[in-house]
């Protein structure tokens, strides 16, 4: 079956630390990929997407990710953690050709002051 | 442009009765769904649709019905709700390009529901 993995479900950084939260996908071919962030009590946001090309991608916030296609994975960084990033991360992919995004389970960011 | 809007923000009703969570959206987008967010389980597609007359089941479609009538609502109705529908709805749309630009999911703000 088609899934996403978010194996960490808390994570906690202090402010100015860096930042690594993992995704991987089990799909036959590469899907679309994307992160989006969720603050407490509001909707999501996209911080960036994937398609082709470049397999680093920038996006908001000073957000960047990865993909990996030999680890089927797409992994979200960010050099120096700010406590507003305080949030739950998630990853999620489109299979091409589909219209059925699906969400992997969440990741909970504690930032320390 | 308002985006993505939901309503009500928050709802509580009672086992067995029925209501329709409303979802609009102003940008002209084709692609429109609805998701049910749970502790530890992420967001779980319930049905979505391609577009005005055209919807189709996600993951989790048991208990809940839409319609799409026209490119800008999609409404979700729970005909007789159980305590298991308790969770925070999200509505989305998007464009309904295969690449590039269009592919971006934009959310409104949910949809809080608890059944007793």
């Known amino acids: 079956a088609q899934s996403v993995t978010q194996p960490d479900i808390h994570i906690t950084v202090s402010e100015g630390a860096s930042l690594e939260l993992r995704c991987n996908y089990s799909?036959?071919?590469?899907?679309?990929l994307f992160w989006y962030v969720q603050s407490p009590g509001q909707g999501l946001q996209l911080l960036l997407k994937?398609?082709?090309?470049?397999?680093l991608v920038q996006g908001i916030k000073g957000f960047e990710a990865e993909f990996k296609r030999s680890q089927s994975s797409f992994n979200l960084r960010k050099p120096s953690v700010h406590w507003s990033d305080a949030a739950e991360y998630f990853c999620?992919?489109?299979?091409?050709?589909?219209?059925?995004?699906?969400f992997g389970t969440g990741t909970r960011l504690k930032v320390l002051a | 442009n308002a985006g993505v809007t939901q309503t009500p923000k928050f709802q509580v009703l009672k086992t067995g009765q029925s209501m329709t969570l409303q979802c609009a959206q102003d940008?002209?987008?084709?692609?429109m769904s609805w998701y049910r967010q749970d502790p530890g389980m992420g967001l779980r597609l319930i049905h979505y649709?391609?577009?005005?007359?055209?919807?189709d089941q996600g993951e989790v479609p048991n208990g809940y019905n839409v319609s799409r009538s026209t490119t800008e609502d999609f409404p979700l109705r729970l005909l007789s709700a159980a305590p298991s529908q308790t969770s925070v709805y999200f509505c989305?749309?998007?464009?309904?390009?295969?690449?590039?630009?269009?592919?971006?999911?934009?959310f409104g703000p949910g949809t809080r529901l608890t059944v007793l």
């Open positions: 799909y036959g071919a590469t899907p679309y």
């Open positions: 999620a992919v489109r299979k091409m050709g589909t219209y059925k995004y699906i």
């Open positions: 940008m002209n987008h084709e692609y």
């Open positions: 649709s391609v577009g005005a007359g055209i919807t």
């Open positions: 994937y398609f082709s090309g470049d397999t």
């Open positions: 989305a749309s998007s464009s309904p390009s295969w690449g590039g630009v269009g592919n971006e999911q934009f």
